[in-house]
């Protein structure tokens, strides 16, 4: 039987690469080297650099196959077979055959050549592999209908990735190195998108370096190297459901996005026959895993290091992640530290024990209960059950045989310690358990008659009321002592809290709205926390933290409106008369954030349309610049016609009308972005009016000036002020019918004037009259519009006001009021 050939692959991200021509070039280096190496199928596709790679290179005639009317070529794998080259050139294994071949795909054919014990060198695209193909498409929104099973691939001796940058192949493809001249253009626009040559790329390589990997574990494996190899960075994050579980995955998820590497979690569930349920936080724990792109693992195992280091190995993991131990000090005395075992059994792997986020801002300690004993931890309370009174019942027992020498008083006494010692383990409760079973041990084994409760002596029996008297006022002192500890841990810890709200709120940046939920939730031993904002299906969670948070405020143990309907919303242990009081600082810090984060949002909406606003003053100035150099040729030209002929005077009055749309849209766009320097100063309002009147085309014509030089100076910039009458002036002359007069009148009114344009063209409706100093306004006409707009920004800027009434008999009224000058300051400036 004949030894199976080698495949050798040149893979690509997309066609025009050159995976055919380094196939080609690697041919010609080995028939150099004296190989056999003939060419079965080699597709060109016209590229001249392809075409001189194949000379001398024996060329295999193809097979001619008639399908449909048509004479089609294929691959003549027979004559391959018989010619026993030994390595053949195949060109785009994905290819299918054309129906009535031997083998429906080309990839076929070319396993059958390997099982001849033929080589056989090939090339493939990488959006032809089974595996990609969904993936491709929704990259580049084309089915590929050739496609081949990954195995096939993986299954290659060697693999070889062609590559070049996207700008390279696009400039390969401008220069007609790839397609022809009328397909250049429309493969540039869809498929060869630099967007979609990028993401190709990274899949290619993502693909082949997932090979990489399968080999590289095969040869450990082959060799049994069971030391981990740095060639990858992997971050095994322990998870036991536990809080800190979470601060684990984003420590290790920065670290692996820091050096490339890969981010897994994993869980060892007991495999000791119990049928325990799943730690509550592992879920949540799970769910972020995979936000932040990390794996998820469950392995089985009764030895919970020894399990974590064998699948770290199995794994090649170059660092393992713990969190601080929850066991108790007993346990770990009778069962071992799992973090000092792991370190132990690790050897060459990165162990790394992380604290708390924050071990100073843990959950705020209960407070005493008033009037009550001091709350203490029920192991604690348990352990003083367990061991006062039966340690008192003991502890006189083993003093009975010295009673002689020893007498009431000694033993009462070490009772007393007794006591004492149970007060401050388990609290006031069970001292005054020990208390009575000291007192009745002492009774037992000390008065005569012995081993009885009777008592003959009167001062035994005083001895032991006084005994429990003291017993009694100690436990309760100590109890004392435990209610003002934890009056001050409380103290010092809400003190912290508030501390560190207070340095919030003097930060230039506070934190985000999740940031705070988290140490508000942390603060309080709440599971989760979020705010929610109403909306037109229910309630919206806009920040959280934990899990889970109910859906509605309603549903939520508490709830508290933060601002402008948000509500706060937490999730967990009642909270308790203090914590409530603490609780209204952190609802003003929550309602500053939501102020900030929305003033941040106004603050760069702000600036991007600031930024607007000076690309279209700079767009408007550059386009001024170039309309006034043929605006000046057209009246130049127009000159040249003759001064007397009709279209040389049209020509010069549209002209000038053009230069005066393009200068108000050049000064609307620099007084809008405040680069306009407004100059206010006494103006004669006469000398406007007559200047205003003669700069319009035409002059004075169909204008009647009734302005005198008596009326009081105004407070106006002359030059804004002469270019807005201007402009209304033009609206009105061209709104009013041939023939008809437009009238400029002032008066004096109540500290300021009063300047009148009238017209009697058509009126402005009523509806329309919102709209009238609006580009598209019932007024506009040929710039005429557009003068009413620059006409109000000028006067409003100068502190005049511009409005207009109807004119009687028709027409409209424009009304300028202008404040007069001060006569006590007679300088008029502002």
Same mark, same amino acid.
Request: with cysteine.
């Given at each position: 039987?004949?030894?199976?050939?080698?495949?050798?692959?040149?893979?690509?991200?997309?066609?025009?690469?050159?995976?055919?021509?380094?196939?080609?070039?690697?041919?010609?280096?080995?028939?150099?080297?004296?190989?056999?190496?003939?060419?079965?199928?080699?597709?060109?596709?016209?590229?001249?650099?392809?075409?001189?790679?194949?000379?001398?290179?024996?060329?295999?005639?193809?097979?001619?196959?008639?399908?449909?009317?048509?004479?089609?070529?294929?691959?003549?794998?027979?004559?391959?077979?018989?010619?026993?080259?030994?390595?053949?050139?195949?060109?785009?294994?994905?290819?299918?055959?054309?129906?009535?071949?031997?083998?429906?795909?080309?990839?076929?054919?070319?396993?059958?050549?390997? %099982?001849?014990?033929?080589?056989?060198?090939?090339?493939?695209?990488?959006?032809?592999?089974?595996?990609?193909?969904?993936?491709?498409?929704?990259?580049?929104?084309?089915?590929?209908?050739?496609?081949?099973?990954?195995?096939?691939?993986?299954?290659?001796?060697?693999?070889?990735?062609?590559?070049?940058?996207?700008?390279?192949?696009?400039?390969?493809?401008?220069?007609?190195?790839?397609?022809?001249?009328?397909?250049?253009?429309?493969?540039?626009?869809?498929?060869?998108?630099?967007?979609?040559?990028?993401?190709?790329?990274?899949?290619?390589?993502?693909?082949?370096?997932?090979?990489?990997?399968?080999?590289?574990?095969?040869?450990?494996?082959?060799?049994?190297?069971?030391?981990?190899?740095?060639?990858?960075?992997?971050?095994?994050?322990?998870?036991?459901?536990?809080?800190?579980?979470?601060?684990?995955?984003?420590?290790?998820?920065?670290?692996?996005?820091?050096?490339?590497?890969?981010?897994?979690?994993?869980?060892?569930?007991?495999?000791?026959?119990?049928?325990?349920?799943?730690?509550?936080?592992?879920? #949540?724990?799970?769910?972020?895993?995979?936000?932040?792109?990390?794996?998820?693992?469950?392995?089985?195992?009764?030895?919970?290091?020894?399990?974590?280091?064998?699948?770290?190995?199995?794994?090649?993991?170059?660092?393992?992640?713990?969190?601080?131990?929850?066991?108790?000090?007993?346990?770990?005395?009778?069962?071992?530290?799992?973090?000092?075992?792991?370190?132990?059994?690790?050897?060459?792997?990165?162990?790394?024990?992380?604290?708390?986020?924050?071990?100073?801002?843990?959950?705020?300690?209960?407070?005493?209960?008033?009037?009550?004993?001091?709350?203490?931890?029920?192991?604690?309370?348990?352990?003083?059950?367990?061991?006062?009174?039966?340690?008192?019942?003991?502890?006189?027992?083993?003093?009975?045989?010295?009673?002689?020498?020893?007498?009431?008083?000694?033993?009462?006494?070490?009772?007393?310690?007794?006591?004492?010692?149970?007060?401050?383990?388990?609290?006031?409760?069970?001292?005054?358990?020990?208390?009575?079973?000291?007192?009745?041990?002492?009774?037992?084994?000390?008065?005569?008659?012995?081993?009885?409760?009777?008592?003959?002596?009167?001062?035994?029996?005083?001895?032991?009321?006084?005994?429990?008297?003291?017993?009694?006022?100690?436990?309760?002192?100590?109890?004392?002592?435990?209610?003002?500890?934890?009056?001050?841990?409380?103290?010092?810890?809400?003190?912290?809290?508030?501390?560190?709200?207070?340095?919030?709120?003097?930060?230039?940046?506070?934190?985000?709205?999740?940031?705070?939920?988290?140490?508000?939730?942390? #603060?309080?031993?709440?599971?989760?926390?979020?705010?929610?904002?109403?909306?037109?299906?229910?309630?919206?969670?806009?920040?959280?933290?934990?899990?889970?948070?109910?859906?509605?405020?309603?549903?939520?143990?508490?709830?508290?409106?933060?601002?402008?309907?948000?509500?706060?919303?937490?999730?967990?242990?009642?909270?308790?008369?203090?914590?409530?009081?603490?609780?209204?600082?952190?609802?003003?810090?929550?309602?500053?954030?939501?102020?900030?984060?929305?003033?941040?949002?106004?603050?760069?909406?702000?600036?991007?349309?600031?930024?607007?606003?000076?690309?279209?003053?700079?767009?408007?100035?550059?386009?001024?610049?170039?309309?006034?150099?043929?605006?000046?040729?057209? %009246?130049?030209?127009?000159?040249?016609?003759?001064?007397?002929?009709?279209?040389?005077?049209?020509?010069?009055?549209?002209?000038?009308?053009?230069?005066?749309?393009?200068?108000?849209?050049?000064?609307?766009?620099?007084?809008?972005?405040?680069?306009?320097?407004?100059?206010?100063?006494?103006?004669?309002?006469?000398?406007?009016?007559?200047?205003?009147?003669?700069?319009?085309?035409?002059?004075?014509?169909?204008?009647?000036?009734?302005?005198?030089?008596?009326?009081?100076?105004?407070?106006?910039?002359?030059?804004?002020?002469?270019?807005?009458?201007?402009?209304?002036?033009?609206?009105?002359?061209?709104?009013?019918?041939?023939?008809? #007069?437009?009238?400029?009148?002032?008066?004096?009114?109540?500290?300021?004037?009063?300047?009148?344009?009238?017209?009697?063209?058509?009126?402005?409706?009523?509806?329309?009259?919102?709209?009238?100093?609006?580009?598209?306004?019932?007024?506009?006409?040929?710039?005429?519009?557009?003068?009413?707009?620059?006409?109000?920004?000028?006067?409003?800027?100068?502190?005049?006001?511009?409005?207009?009434?109807? #004119?009687?008999?028709?027409?409209?009224?424009?009304?300028?009021?202008?404040?007069?000058?001060?006569?006590?300051?007679?300088?008029?400036?502002?």
């Amino acid at each position: 039987m004949a030894v199976r050939g080698k495949l050798r692959v040149f893979l690509g991200a997309a066609p025009g690469v050159g995976k055919t021509f380094a196939m080609l070039a690697e041919a010609r280096r080995l028939r150099a080297g004296g190989l056999d190496a003939v060419v079965g199928l080699v597709e060109t596709y016209g590229r001249s650099g392809t075409e001189e790679q194949l000379t001398g290179l024996p060329v295999l005639p193809r097979r001619a196959v008639h399908y449909r009317g048509m004479e089609l070529t294929e691959l003549d794998l027979d004559g391959l077979l018989a010619r026993r080259p030994a390595l053949a050139l195949v060109d785009e294994l994905a290819h299918s055959n054309v129906p009535g071949s031997r083998n429906p795909k080309r990839w076929q054919d070319v396993w059958e050549l390997l %099982r001849a014990g033929i080589d056989v060198a090939t090339t493939l695209n990488i959006q032809h592999l089974e595996s990609l193909n969904d993936v491709v498409e929704q990259i580049t929104g084309i089915v590929q209908r050739e496609q081949i099973p990954d195995a096939v691939v993986r299954a290659a001796d060697r693999i070889e990735l062609v590559d070049l940058s996207p700008q390279a192949l696009r400039t390969r493809m401008e220069e007609g190195d790839v397609y022809p001249a009328d397909r250049i253009d429309v493969a540039l626009d869809n498929y060869f998108r630099a967007g979609n040559l990028g993401a190709l790329r990274e899949l290619a390589l993502l693909w082949l370096a997932d090979r990489v990997e399968e080999e590289l574990a095969d040869y450990r494996a082959r060799h049994g190297i069971r030391a981990p190899w740095e060639t990858k960075e992997r971050i095994l994050v322990a998870l036991d459901g536990a809080p800190q579980g979470e601060h684990l995955i984003r420590r290790g998820a920065r670290t692996a996005t820091r050096v490339h590497g890969d981010l897994l979690g994993v869980h060892v569930r007991p495999d000791d026959g119990t049928a325990g349920g799943e730690p509550p936080g592992l879920e #949540t724990q799970r769910r972020l895993l995979r936000e932040l792109h990390g794996t998820y693992v469950e392995v089985g195992g009764t030895d919970v290091a020894r399990s974590l280091v064998e699948f770290a190995r199995a794994e090649s993991a170059t660092q393992i992640l713990l969190g601080p131990t929850s066991r108790s000090r007993l346990r770990e005395l009778v069962g071992g530290s799992v973090i000092n075992r792991v370190i132990r059994m690790a050897g060459p792997i990165d162990v790394r024990v992380l604290p708390p986020p924050d071990s100073a801002q843990v959950a705020l300690p209960a407070g005493p209960r008033r009037r009550r004993p001091a709350r203490l931890p029920a192991r604690r309370r348990r352990a003083g059950w367990l061991l006062g009174p039966a340690g008192a019942v003991a502890l006189a027992a083993a003093l009975s045989p010295l009673r002689d020498s020893l007498g009431l008083s000694g033993a009462l006494l070490a009772l007393l310690l007794v006591v004492a010692g149970v007060a401050r383990l388990g609290g006031l409760a069970p001292a005054a358990g020990t208390t009575a079973a000291a007192a009745l041990a002492a009774d037992f084994f000390f008065t005569s008659p012995w081993h009885s409760l009777a008592v003959d002596r009167v001062a035994d029996g005083a001895a032991l009321v006084v005994f429990l008297a003291v017993a009694g006022i100690v436990s309760h002192v100590i109890d004392g002592l435990a209610r003002h500890s934890q009056e001050a841990s409380r103290a010092r810890a809400e003190a912290q809290a508030l501390a560190r709200l207070a340095g919030e709120s003097v930060r230039t940046t506070g934190r985000s709205l999740p940031h705070l939920l988290t140490e508000l939730r942390r #603060t309080f031993g709440q599971d989760a926390a979020g705010i929610m904002v109403p909306t037109v299906d229910g309630w919206r969670t806009v920040a959280a933290s934990g899990s889970p948070l109910p859906a509605r405020p309603e549903d939520a143990p508490f709830a508290a409106e933060c601002d402008q309907g948000a509500m706060l919303v937490l999730a967990g242990p009642p909270l308790s008369e203090e914590n409530l009081r603490l609780l209204g600082p952190f609802v003003t810090q929550l309602r500053l954030a939501e102020e900030r984060e929305r003033l941040v949002g106004q603050a760069a909406t702000a600036e991007a349309i600031a930024r607007t606003d000076a690309l279209h003053t700079t767009l408007l100035e550059a386009v001024a610049h170039d309309v006034r150099g043929p605006l000046a040729a057209i %009246r130049a030209a127009s000159a040249r016609l003759g001064a007397g002929r009709g279209e040389a005077a049209e020509i010069e009055e549209e002209s000038g009308r053009l230069g005066h749309v393009v200068d108000n849209l050049l000064d609307l766009s620099r007084l809008t972005a405040g680069r306009m320097p407004v100059e206010v100063r006494p103006v004669a309002v006469a000398e406007v009016v007559r200047s205003a009147a003669d700069s319009l085309p035409g002059g004075r014509a169909g204008l009647a000036v009734a302005v005198g030089d008596g009326l009081p100076a105004v407070e106006a910039d002359p030059g804004l002020l002469e270019r807005a009458l201007a402009n209304v002036l033009a609206n009105a002359r061209t709104w009013s019918p041939p023939g008809a #007069t437009v009238t400029v009148d002032a008066g004096a009114v109540a500290g300021r004037v009063d300047l009148r344009v009238i017209d009697h063209g058509p009126g402005v409706p009523a509806e329309e009259r919102e709209r009238l100093f609006e580009p598209t306004g019932s007024r506009s006409g040929p710039g005429a519009g557009l003068g009413l707009v620059v006409a109000k920004a000028f006067v409003e800027a100068m502190g005049g006001e511009l409005d207009f009434e109807e #004119t009687p008999g028709g027409g409209a009224t424009f009304v300028f009021a202008l404040r007069t000058v001060d006569r006590r300051h007679p300088s008029g400036g502002s």
